[in-house]
């Protein structure tokens, strides 16, 4: 059984870097949310999507893709959002789990099940950003195959933690996976890239 988790920030503390107003933050959380979630809805190998989060205005995100919330009052650390997903998923018999953020939207399915299909028992799978100073999918089976290390400079820390475990590491370089948005020469970067064109077009119609 195969689990995707996604850590979700509340919008008012999401995308700072951005410098856009609350209301535009909003929006364009909610659709690379919704982007994040459609795409791994279409997967026959995802059997669970779990969104932990604080966030109260994606409960119609939640419910259109048959979500399961995870309450994170906290909202200490990604790390601990992994944590509270795992409880979860070890309770339900999960055997693999793929922990994407919600500003990874370019991906497509072929890109999310070839993550399933190339890993292995007792793996890792880690794609970095595209300056490799970030994690944006990580794949564990079992799911407790390694304790996540999501801070700054979080690829190699999740490689550091990875080799303290008898796992096989592997690095996955999925081009559109690596596209993230965290700042606004993220954003510029994508949009130039104009994968999922219609998508590109929401995005420049919030943020113009």
Do not use: W
């Not at 070890?90 to 190339?118: A, R």
């Amino acid at each position: 059984k195969t689990s995707v988790i996604i850590p979700v920030k509340s919008f008012q503390r999401s995308k700072t870097r951005l410098g856009l107003s609350e209301e535009k933050t909003k929006e364009l959380c909610r659709l690379l949310l919704d982007e994040v979630v459609k795409t791994v809805s279409e997967s026959k190998l995802i059997d669970k999507t779990i969104i932990v989060t604080d966030e109260e205005q994606i409960s119609d995100i939640i419910k259109k893709y048959d979500c399961e919330k995870i309450q994170d009052k906290q909202e200490t650390s990604v790390n601990n959002a992994v944590e509270l997903a795992e409880e979860y998923l070890l309770e339900n018999g999960f055997t693999h789990s793929i922990v994407l953020p919600l500003d990874v939207p370019f991906f497509n399915l072929e890109d999310l099940e070839n993550l399933v299909k190339f890993s292995s028992k007792n793996s890792v799978l880690i794609v970095p950003s595209r300056h490799y100073d970030g994690t944006n999918a990580l794949v564990r089976m079992p799911i407790n195959s390694m304790k996540p290390r999501y801070d700054q400079g979080s690829y190699s820390f999740q490689i550091d933690s990875a080799k303290k475990f008898n796992v096989k590491i592997s690095i996955g370089l999925i081009n559109r996976l690596m596209l993230d948005i965290d700042s606004i020469e993220d954003l510029d970067f994508a949009l130039k890239q104009n994968i999922k064109p219609e998508f590109c077009q929401k995005i420049r119609e919030i943020i113009q």
